[in-house]
């Protein structure tokens, strides 16, 4: 549910991101970054009910979470893995660990939308993203060994996701408005 929703957001986010300038694209992220990294860092105590799903009473949470981050992965052009973990864990109740597995469903729906729509008009680099794939593939293994290490001490996967978050965050902001 939450990754159809996705999809459907991450078109139309699509579609209105090629209409802005990559500079601003890029700043604009960069402040969605910090915001998601300072929620994430608020709630990094909360260890969430890992027997939580997607049921009837929060079906239209998970629905409308899933749109508004498949808008915003369409619009930035990202698969939007940083927006889906929270919005799991909010419209669910899931713990991190449990939302960061399932997170890799919609990543991978968002992603083929929002890639499809750039291929279509042709603003894909072939070689270049397939050098991204490979390095996704083997970091997405490494960082599964790590995340399920972490998820042992209480709030430690919380609080690195989001010092993560908010350290690409000041770096994107500084090379944008520096220009360095």
Not at 139 to 151: D, F, N
């Amino acid at each position: 549910m939450y990754s159809l929703a996705g999809v459907f957001g991450a078109f139309l986010g699509s579609s209105l991101g090629k209409a802005i300038d990559g500079g601003h694209l890029l700043l604009l992220f960069a402040g969605l970054m910090l915001v998601v990294g300072a929620l994430m860092f608020r709630r990094r105590r909360e260890t969430g009910d890992p027997s939580a799903s997607c049921n009837r009473e929060n079906a239209p949470k998970v629905v409308g979470f899933g749109g508004g981050t498949g808008l915003l992965s369409g619009f930035f052009g990202i698969g939007g893995g940083f927006l889906i973990v929270p919005g799991l864990m909010a419209s669910t109740g899931m713990p991190m660990i449990n939302a960061v597995g399932s997170s890799l469903l919609a990543v991978a729906a968002f992603g083929m939308t929002t890639a499809i729509s750039y291929a279509l008009s042709g603003m894909v680099d072939w070689s270049l993203a397939l050098v991204f794939i490979a390095g996704g593939i083997l970091g997405g293994l490494g960082g599964s060994r790590v995340a399920m290490l972490l998820q042992t001490r209480k709030g430690a996967l919380n609080m690195l996701f989001a010092l993560m978050i908010v350290g690409v965050a000041i770096y994107m902001a500084w090379r944008n408005l520096v220009g360095g």
